[in-house]
């Protein structure tokens, strides 16, 4: 069986940019853990990566360091504004997680691979499958995520 990667979903968005957009974020979860120091690091990292997609960059509310790298934004589905604090919070628990985990050395960390890792997978697949494009953070924090218009300043 093989999984045909739709192009977009119904509201324009690139599933591929949505995974990279998360990549990125982890990225930075990941450099933040072991640069800073021991428990600054992995709490900083748990902290964005709950809340990140409820930053306001110069203007452009609604959007991680990844989102926003590929011009993409969280949006409510029922407000249709920019996500919040709340709305990340909510729509970002099951990656926060595994994060939390992260923050105990030895076996946090191996808390946070068994449980991260498949739910990861599950986010992806939702992603890819859904036909809204709608992960199950989505589906907690009626949230959805769209491109931002080309003209907007990164």
């Not at 068994?114 to 199950?136: A, C, D, S």
Request: proline share 6%; with cysteine; hydrophobic share 55%.
């Amino acid at each position: 069986m093989f999984l045909v990667v739709p192009l977009n979903t119904p509201n324009g968005v690139n599933p591929l940019n949505r995974v990279l957009a998360k990549l990125i974020d982890l990225l930075l979860v990941f450099l933040l853990a072991i640069l800073l120091p021991y428990p600054i690091g992995p709490v900083c990292g748990f902290i964005y990566s709950i809340l990140g997609d409820g930053l306001d960059f110069r203007g452009q509310a609604g959007a991680s360091l990844g989102k926003r790298l590929l011009r993409l934004q969280v949006v409510h589905t029922l407000e249709k504004r920019p996500a919040g604090w709340k709305d990340s919070l909510l729509r970002n628990a099951p990656v926060g997680v595994a994060t939390f985990f992260a923050i105990i050395p030895i076996w946090g960390w191996l808390i946070a691979v068994l449980i991260g890792l498949p739910l990861m997978f599950i986010e992806v697949y939702l992603i890819l499958t859904v036909e809204t494009g709608h992960r199950l953070g989505d589906v907690m924090a009626d949230t959805e995520v769209v491109e931002v218009l080309k003209d907007s300043s990164v």
